[in-house]
């Protein structure tokens, strides 16, 4: 039900939320950079007040359930058709209980980057330039996420891929940054092409891209009947858009860009590559899910997310970096949420995706006060660090539980929700199998490297003894660790379910008001999943239950025996099984992607083709066509000079000639004596008298 | 008789005018010109006045033979005038040496 | 004599004036044959009773025209005795009184002048236009004179008039034009003298 014309002023307030940060995006452009105080003070300002706001939009959405919306929308421009029909490009504001909570997610998340920023970016020369592409980009993902129509998701979506790039680079003096931040806004534009395409298609089809119209035409079946180049229209466009969140949520094939924009600085981590950015790709599978799961690649999606998932988790293990386990943990949990999508969970990927956000933006966070206190990313050169860094060590360590899935925080419940989903699933449908065991695999692996970061950082006795010395002893900062605390705080699994273990098992709060999640976010149209298996509730509860037990005996494990293992020695398995040195080398050069990418696709595929084309463009257009032209040209102007010389020039000395010719005959006639002048006038007179009688 | 006086006349007056425009042609003395000139002349006045006796027309057509002698005598007048002119710039009498006009 | 007399006479006169006068190489002697083509054409007028035309004839022509004549010959560098031209390279003409050319060109034109006159005199047919009724026998007994006086005086008085100004008005370009560079002289004299 569209409550625009209840609520006008959930508009207004909904611009308001991303044109604050946007305003303080171009107030800052302008401030000399001195000013870092003011910079920062009035990005973080207009941040926390879109926070206020999106914070009364969700508490306004939340006593109406999940079947309002706020919908309005105003005609940017149109287009006619082929058939004169009108082709409208509105841009409008589309407020639903998913995007009200992703509203506060992202705000709360990025002012509490913003604060961060503020202790982690000082004494940086271009502090205030960081502050002045923090804004814009926040200001990017909330109109994202305010958007009601696909047209617009894209404008935001681009203009977020180039703050991405903006801030990977950031660091521009180091060679590796410049690269990486392209490599990012490269690979991104490849989904985006797709994604492109696939709006364009839509909106040929159905003349307009907003989500009701979508949801409309997909619930109404209008277009299952046309094929697009031989396919069935809807799988298609919605295997383009699909390539979108591919590109931009780090999915295999795509991955390649995420651990290199670990070049970046670590807020912008934080914010891009845990919160927002990555989220929005999921955040649009989630938005045209109807168009998926009528396109019938929810399997394929499926398949994609957990090897993703998988492939990630395995390349996690090796890391030494920091930085780098944490970038291929975004990845994997990114797969996570798309597995969550293709096997029609689709409370359970939103809820995994906020959750995932808390508790990866606070790690990227712990990290970069780590980094900055130690001096170093490298973990062979920590240790010990617990002593040193008591705050930093505690906001991590709800962290580490969120993420591995132990159970009462929130990242077990949400991941376990979807792990169950898929159990749900593929004990009806047998194909989706090969994900749940991918998944419930990776959930070991999670579990297993993120302990491993734990006790390596924190656990055991300092390595490097001198950096150890050097680092200071945490006090509690304002904008150093009340950010990491208050965002540990909500890993706690009680905020998004009201049981402890979120299967409803142990109540601590009564149901059915506390499943306040289960029940605000709904698919905007009844699944497949739910129509064909919805009245097995028996076995859909048993199959959570027990996927529930084996998603936390997994999680117990990893983080016990990685504890075990790491804190005391830094290599285990490489050292004791030698097979594994080929698995590691394996993982080392991530599993080739890159490789594949630059060596044979680029540099063997289309760089010979590019310099073919070239090659045609110069040697043979530029040469016969276009010189051909010029040869023409001067053949046929060096023809006319012969004919100008020689035809027209003696028609000309001919007339000279002519004139010289007659005038010396008539010359005779001037030759100054009297008496001939005088013939002249009797001759003449003859004449007359013959012409007159 | 008197048709063969006209007649001679006639011819004289012909003969008159031939060897008035021969001398124009021929000769190259300045003065020699102007003789051609009033043969000319007076072989026309012999022609008027033969013809005005012959059929008895009015008078005054021998009033025209009088002013044909009249206008000669004046245009004598200025032909002098002319030669002594033309004497003293071109030093010479002789009408090949006006070559002003030649071109 | 024969009635024939006279008027053959001055034919007779005028034919060898005019042929002695074309080919004479001496321009007096040219004037002088030119007086004897006037005394011819006197006689002529004579023979017809033209008393006071021969009388004007000879009185005004000799005796004026030729004379002048005369002075514009001696005044104008005399009688050269070969009356020659120079051309351009300087060199004398051959004979007949200048070049081949030109003799030949007025002889050209002399004798088409003269078949076209002939001829004119012979095509037309004015015996059959007007009665040839010559004025031999006078009726009214009246000089000619007498007649050309009356109608000068009275008929034709403007053209009396208007050629005494023609006649004025000769005289005073005559003397204009043949008027000596004195006054430039002069100045010139005198620029000299103040330079």
Known sequence: ?693 | MMEKTLLLYQLLSCFLFAAGIFLIFARNHLIALFIGLELLLNASALSFATYTYAFSLPKEGYLFPIFIIVIAAAEAAVALAIAIRFYQNKESSHVADATVLQG | MFEFFWPLMASGLVLAGISLLCFSRNIVHSCFYLFLVFIGIGLAYLSLQLDFLAVTQLVVYGGGVVMILLFAIMLTGGNEQTSFSKNILNKLQAPLMGNLKQTALALIVSFIFLGALVYFLFISDYFSMMPFSPQTIRENQESLTFSLGMILGKQHIFIFEFSSLLLLGALIVAAAISRPEKEEKESVKIQEEIL
């Not at chain 1, 989904?191 to 159905?206: K, S």
Request: with cysteine.
């Open chain 1, 1 to 693: 039900m569209n409550i625009s014309e209840l609520f006008p002023e959930f508009g207004i307030m909904a611009i308001m939320v991303a044109l604050l940060p946007f305003c303080a995006f171009i107030i800052n452009f302008f401030i000399p950079a001195r000013f870092e105080k003011l910079i920062s003070s009035l990005s973080s300002l207009t941040i926390f007040s879109s926070a206020l706001i999106s914070s009364y939009l969700f508490v306004s959405f939340f006593p109406q359930g999940n079947r309002v919306f706020w919908f309005k929308d105003w005609a940017w421009f149109s287009l006619l058709d082929a058939n004169a029909h009108p082709l409208s490009l509105p841009m409008g504001i589309f407020l639903d209980s998913m995007s009200v909570t992703l509203l506060l997610m992202v705000t709360w998340a990025s002012f509490a980057i913003h604060i961060f920023s503020t202790y982690y970016m000082k004494g940086e020369e271009r502090y205030s330039r960081f502050f002045v592409y923090l804004s814009l980009f926040t200001a990017a993902m909330l109109g994202l996420v305010i958007s009601s129509n696909l047209f617009s998701v894209f404008i935001f979506w681009e203009l977020m891929g180039f703050c991405s790039y903006s801030l990977i680079g950031f660091y521009y003096e180091k060679e590796g940054a410049g690269n990486a931040s392209l490599k990012a806004f490269m690979t991104t534009r490849v989904g985006d092409v797709f994604f492109l395409l696939a709006i364009v298609a839509l909106w040929n089809q159905l003349g307009s891209t907003n989500f009701l119209d979508l949801t409309q035409a997909v619930s109404l079946n209008t277009l299952s009947q046309q094929t697009l180049l031989g396919v069935p229209f809807l799988t298609l466009v919605g295997f383009f858009l699909f390539l979108g969140t591919v590109g931009k949520s780090a999915q295999v094939p795509l991955q390649i860009w995420l651990p290199d924009a670990m070049w970046g600085p670590t807020p912008c981590s934080a914010l891009i590559h845990a919160a927002t950015m990555v989220a929005a790709g999921v955040y649009l599978a989630l938005r045209v899910f109807p168009i998926l799961e009528a396109g019938n690649l929810l399997l394929l999606i499926a398949y994609i997310g957990s090897i993703t998932a998988f492939l990630a988790a395995t390349m996690a293990l090796i890391q030494k970096d920091l930085k780098a386990v944490l970038a291929f943990s975004t990845i994997s949990q990114l797969g996570y949420m798309v597995l969550g999508v293709g096997v029609s969970a689709y409370n359970a990927s939103f809820m995994h995706l906020i959750t995932h956000a808390i508790f990866k933006a606070c790690l990227f966070l712990g990290a970069g006060a780590v980094i900055h206190s130690i001096h170093t990313q490298d973990m062979m050169n920590m240790g010990g660090l617990r002593k040193k860094l008591p705050f930093t060590f505690f906001a991590f360590v709800c962290c580490t539980a969120a993420i591995s899935g132990i159970p009462f925080f929130s990242g077990f419940v949400s991941k376990d929700r979807i792990l169950g989903e898929a159990l749900f699933l593929a004990w009806n449908d047998g194909y989706f199998w090969p994900p749940v065991l991918l998944g419930n695999l990776t959930a070991f692996l999670t579990a297993f490297y993120m302990a491993r970061l734990l006790a390596l950082t924190f656990l055991g006795n300092p390595r490097d003894q001198k950096l150890y010395d050097h680092t200071h002893q945490e006090h509690l900062k304002w904008n150093k660790n009340i950010p990491l605390l208050a965002l540990s705080l909500f890993t706690l699994g009680v905020f998004f379910s009201g049981s402890l273990t979120g299967q409803g098992i142990v109540k601590i709060f009564p149901e059915p008001a506390y499943e306040w999640f289960q029940n605000f976010i709904r698919p905007p149209l009844s699944t497949k999943v739910e129509q064909l298996y919805g009245a097995q509730h028996e076995l859909h509860h048993h199959l959570h239950v027990v996927g529930a037990i084996i998603s936390a005996l997994l999680a117990f494990l990893g983080v016990g025996v990685s504890l075990a293992i790491y804190s005391r020695k830094t290599q285990f398995f490489s050292s004791r099984f030698k097979f594994l040195e080929i698995v590691i080398e394996i993982l080392k050069n991530r599993y080739w992607f890159d490789y594949f990418y630059e060596k044979i696709f680029i540099q063997k595929m289309l760089l010979p083709l590019n310099n073919f084309a070239a090659k045609m463009d110069l040697e043979f257009y530029d040469k016969y066509v276009i010189d051909g032209q010029a040869k023409t040209a001067l053949s046929l102007s060096s023809l006319s000079q012969k004919i100008d010389e020689q035809g027209v020039d003696s028609v000309v000395d001919f007339s000279a000639v002519s004139v010289k010719f007659f005038s010396a005959i008539l010359k005779t006639l001037q030759n100054g004596k009297i008496q001939i002048y005088l013939l002249l006038s009797f001759i003449l007179a003859g004449i007359l008298w013959k012409i007159v009688l």
